[in-house]
């Protein structure tokens, strides 16, 4: 293992105890999205391992995940089951026969591809209700966005088991990063430009 995924493992556990005391002031974060991750970061961790790839980070972010699910469950006493938390439930479901049937490889892509789509309701979040975020928010995903690039740089070569999972990773936390900026940037903007009547 090298230093960049050490590194980028270690900012992700930082960022996830961060995350974490949000969640226990009041932050909201999505139930759904955050189970769903720690089951399919479960999986890729495991297909990942299994071909000797660089399976810390999605180790450390199943770790995270669980920690945050909980936190919501204990803080908030509620979570939502719709037709996509259905969905996503079916997606493990296939990886786990994905993985058993194909083997790590097709595990690997599988899972990966699903914690993409178990993002989808955080993204939301943050894109439909701008005035709920904030820069504690925007610094904890920059944090995940680091430790996907150092642990995408840390890849002992460009294979599917060393930086696929990180890589993918990065450009979801891309996207969310964006969507927390672009909440931030018009919360400024609606308090900033004065009132004007008609």
């Given at each position: ?60 972010y199943a770790a995270g ?44 892509i599988a899972a990966t ?81 004065p009132f004007v009547s008609?």
């Amino acid at each position: 293992m090298n230093s960049f995924i050490l590194a980028g493992s270690v900012i992700a556990a930082i960022t996830y105890v961060f995350l974490c005391v949000g969640v226990i002031m009041g932050t909201p974060q999505s139930f759904s999205t955050w189970i769903m991750w720690a089951l399919i970061d479960i999986i890729a961790a495991i297909s990942i391992a299994s071909k000797g790839g660089s399976f810390l980070l999605p180790t450390v972010y199943a770790a995270g995940s669980t920690l945050i699910f909980v936190s919501i469950l204990i803080k908030f006493r509620k979570f939502e089951w719709t037709w996509f938390e259905t969905m996503i439930a079916g997606l493990v479901v296939i990886c786990l026969a994905i993985y058993g049937v194909f083997g790590g490889i097709f595990g690997t892509i599988a899972a990966t591809i699903s914690v993409g789509i178990a993002g989808v309701p955080q993204f939301g979040e943050f894109w439909s209700n701008p005035e709920k975020n904030s820069w504690q928010v925007f610094m904890v995903y920059s944090g995940f966005l680091a430790s996907n690039v150092l642990t995408t740089l840390g890849g002992k070569n460009i294979s599917i088991q060393e930086i696929y999972y990180p890589l993918y990773c990065t450009v979801m936390c891309i996207s969310i990063v964006y969507a927390i900026g672009r909440g931030i940037a018009l919360k400024r903007k609606l308090f900033q430009e004065p009132f004007v009547s008609i």
